[in-house]
């Protein structure tokens, strides 16, 4: 456990570098293009209507989920994954990328991951609020559910670390890894509940879809904008998420203690 005590001493002790180069990683992303930020939102935007043209309009034709409107739907599970894809794949590859960075700036190496996921997490914030205005708009209140957010960003945030931690280390290492990471995270999209209905499957194919953690921050954060249900109706579930969790960042660590100071030599 010593190896994890050090990693996460490392992202407490550094927060402040942590936010303020996030931001910089924001404004740094687009300024070469011509609507900057507002790529941020535009590119999302559009896979959305595609999605739902194809997923809504073509394949379900319209049909709502459980009563409520497919549109509705599908927002509550897509934006979550428009900022969990998106950090795991940069924050994966973020070790390689900008390992130099730490020798001109000496801080650790671990803090790398966790400027990705918070520069995601702040976009991830603002289409949340834009959500909750598309999701009042229809008629739906999430009422008390919604206090259960701070909880489901918790287990994003600490999932996303412990992930990231040790998929950049074996990115560095072993680079095609990054190439299959990418397939794969394509493939999740299909694999989670986040364009159709999974409980509609046969119960032993939902069982083995619930061994990936990502369907339990999937459905969670929809149960939580649809007012379905709280985080702890299932502890067995909550408890299998936490606990694969903790191991990830428990590997993750030490894989990274282990590399890290060989991190320059794969460049």
């Not at 020798?103 to 790398?112: D, E, R, Y």
Request: with cysteine; hydrophobic share 55%.
């Amino acid at each position: 456990m010593k190896a994890v005590f050090e990693i996460l001493k490392e992202q407490i002790f550094n927060y402040h570098l942590i936010f303020r180069l996030a931001k910089y990683d924001i404004k740094s992303k687009y300024q070469t293009h011509y609507l900057g930020g507002a790529w941020q939102f535009l590119n999302p935007a559009l896979q959305i209507l595609i999605y739902w043209f194809v997923f809504g309009i073509g394949i379900r034709q319209g049909n709502p989920i459980d009563g409520v409107p497919y549109l509705i739907w599908m927002l509550a599970g897509l934006i979550p994954w428009f900022f969990i894809s998106p950090s795991i794949i940069q924050g994966s590859n973020s070790v390689y990328t900008k390992v130099s960075m730490v020798a001109k700036m000496k801080f650790p190496v671990s803090v790398l991951p966790s400027i990705t996921i918070i520069s995601n997490a702040f976009n991830f914030a603002f289409m949340i609020v834009i959500l909750l205005l598309i999701i009042f708009l229809y008629g739906i209140n999430p009422g008390i559910y919604l206090l259960q957010l701070p909880y489901y960003f918790l287990c994003l945030m600490f999932f996303l670390y412990a992930v990231t931690l040790l998929f950049s280390t074996i990115s560095t290492v072993f680079r095609d890894f990054q190439l299959i990471l990418q397939s794969l995270m394509r493939m999740m999209l299909y694999l989670l509940p986040i364009l159709w209905d999974m409980e509609k499957l046969p119960e032993i194919f939902v069982k083995i879809l619930k061994l990936n953690p990502l369907y339990y921050l999937i459905d969670g954060l929809r149960n939580t904008f649809l007012a379905k249900e709280w985080f702890f109706d299932d502890w067995i579930y909550m408890s299998y998420f936490w606990i694969t969790t903790l191991l990830l960042i428990y590997i993750g660590s030490l894989l990274h203690i282990r590399f890290r100071k060989q991190f320059v030599d794969y460049l």
